[in-house]
Each structure stands twice: as C-alpha cells, then as structure tokens.
C-alpha cells in the first residue's frame, strides 16, 4: 500500500465527493428544472411556436418567463396561419405593432375561465380592453378553445384565432 502526500489526499477526497454527489443526482437534477413558466408552458405544448417567436421578436418572453402573475390568451399557430395573407408578415416586420397585438393578449393577474365569465370586459397589458361575451369566455367575438391552461405564473386560455386591437 501507498501514501498519499496531504494535498493530493485532499484533491483525491474531493474528486470522490464530487462524484459521488453527483452520482447521487438525477438525471433531472444534473440537466436542470422544467420550465413551467407562461413561456416554457406554451413551448412545451407544441402548438405556439408563431407566439413564442413572436414573443422573441419583441423581446416579451422574458417577461413571461419569470414575470406575473398574467393570463394569456394564447393564439395557436393554426391561429396565426388563418390571418389574412400578409398579416403575419407585416407584423413580424413591424415590431412596434406586433407589441401592441401581443400585449393585448395578455392581461395582468390570474383569471380563470369561471371568472373571465363574470366579466363584461376585461383591460389588456395593451391598454384597450377587450369584450367578453357572459356566460363563456369569448373576446372580441373569439372563442377560448382551451381555457385554464396552468402556469407558475399564470394562466394560459387558447385561442383559435388572433384578437386584433384598434392600432391607428
């Protein structure tokens, strides 16, 4: 058997520790936390990468990665395909305007699909409210297709289509 000097004893311990507590990890642990952020929530569900690039364009999504509590009223791709040829197009190239319709599709605290019911209208992040037709969520004559979509921060309530603000 052989003795180690002090220093590398030291060394040799810590290189153990260090590999056992990372062996004592999990595989999550080791990769990282899920983002159950508005943000990381929408990425996650497959169908709103026009709305997260978007939210890139306009440097919005940090806010909907550690901001809050908001409710979304998230438009699907499908949503933003069936905007009439050239509307998407001009709003990516325009980011100015792309804030204004994204930020009227986000409100400020969390608000279920039971409580948006027993609202007339509700004020957007945007400043123009938008309508709300009792006895369901409908916005502006757009209906929630998914409502209650949980957050850490909020709420998400999908669209089947975009909710276009007045923008002069």
């Known amino acids: 058997m052989f003795e180690l000097k002090a220093p590398r004893k030291l060394l040799a311990v810590a290189v153990m520790g260090l590999a056992l507590s990372t062996a004592a990890c999990g595989d999550d642990e080791v990769v990282g936390m899920e983002d159950n952020s508005i943000a990381g929530t929408a990425i996650a569900a497959g169908k709103f990468s026009t709305l997260v690039s978007a939210l890139e364009a306009t440097g919005l999504k940090p806010t909907l990665e550690s901001g809050g509590p908001f409710t979304v009223f998230a438009p699907t791709d499908a949503a933003f395909e069936a905007l009439p040829a050239g509307t998407l197009d001009a709003l990516l190239a325009d980011v100015d305007a792309l804030t204004e319709v994204l930020l009227y599709h986000v409100v400020n605290g969390e608000y279920s699909a039971a409580a948006l019911e027993e609202l007339s209208s509700i004020e ?26 949980l957050a850490d921060n909020g709420i998400i309530h999908v669209l089947n289509n975009v909710v276009l603000p007045y923008l002069p």
């Open 124 to 149: 957007t992040l945007q400043g123009q409210p938008v309508v709300i037709t009792q006895g369901s969520v409908v916005l502006n004559g757009v209906t929630v297709e998914q409502g209650d979509v």
